[in-house]
């Protein structure tokens, strides 16, 4: 079945680039996103990759996907302490009808 | 332009009462989600509307949820009677066909089952 894995925690200190890692098993989602949570938020569309792309770059936030090895990953340059909160990879299902998200990383950038 | 709205924000209820949750999506979305993230776990599809017909349902984890959309603009989950296992965050989102499948979702309503 689809599947999105990502590692549980990060933690960077400020001014570093923060990677966060992903992968999936739906060889033909057409569409992989990154969500972004705050303490006591909801969802934020950070960004998303349409999966004939190898890599989006969006000011501070960059996108590679790797079709081949289904990983996806999210680089923050010069991580914030704002940056600081829970980063969900999702892909969208075979049906277009629905996301299917992984469990999410919590960031922590200390200063 | 207002975002994904849900109302209420937090709600705490006993075991065995009702609660209904409601979601106003962005204006002229047609496609219409609820989402869940029980504690510790995945955030979970439940289902999708598209305007007011039920798109795919397979999400719905009981006949205790009942979750519609009449007249094709907001929506309500009602949970009845509510178990202590459906505390979590019960996350609406929305989108327009076409957009590039841009989802953009809600603040989420905190459910307490107590």
């Known amino acids: 079945g689809e599947d999105v894995e990502q590692s549980l925690f990060l933690s960077v200190r400020e001014g570093d680039s923060s990677v966060i890692n992903c992968t999936y098993t739906?060889?033909?989602?057409?569409?992989l996103y990154w969500y972004k949570q705050e303490p006591g938020a909801g969802l934020q569309l950070l960004t998303y990759?349409?999966?004939?792309?190898d890599m989006k770059q969006d000011q501070r936030l960059t996108v590679l996907l790797n079709k081949k090895d289904k990983h996806l990953s999210l680089r923050i340059a010069d991580t914030q302490t704002g940056d600081s909160a829970i980063y969900f990879c999702?892909?969208?299902?075979?049906?277009?009808?629905?996301?299917?998200f992984g469990k999410g990383t919590t960031l922590s950038v200390s200063s | 332009e207002a975002g994904v709205t849900q109302f209420p924000s937090h709600s705490v209820i006993e075991k065995g009462q009702t609660v209904t949750l409601r979601c106003d999506p962005i204006s002229g979305h047609d496609n219409l989600y609820w989402y869940r993230r029980v504690m510790g776990k995945e955030i979970k599809f439940l289902l999708h509307f598209v305007k007011e017909s039920k798109q795919d349902e397979s999400g719905m984890p009981n006949n205790r949820f009942l979750a519609e959309r009449t007249g094709g603009t907001y929506s309500t989950l009602k949970v009845q009677p509510a178990e202590l296992e459906d505390s979590g965050v019960y996350f609406c989102?929305?989108?327009?066909?076409?957009?590039?499948?841009?989802?953009?979702f809600g603040e989420g309503s905190w459910l307490t089952v107590v």
């Open positions: 739906d060889s033909s989602s057409t569409y």
């Open positions: 999702a892909e969208l299902n075979q049906a277009g009808t629905a996301l299917i």
């Open positions: 990759i349409f999966s004939n792309m």
């Open positions: 989102a929305s989108s327009h066909p076409g957009s590039g499948n841009t989802i953009y």
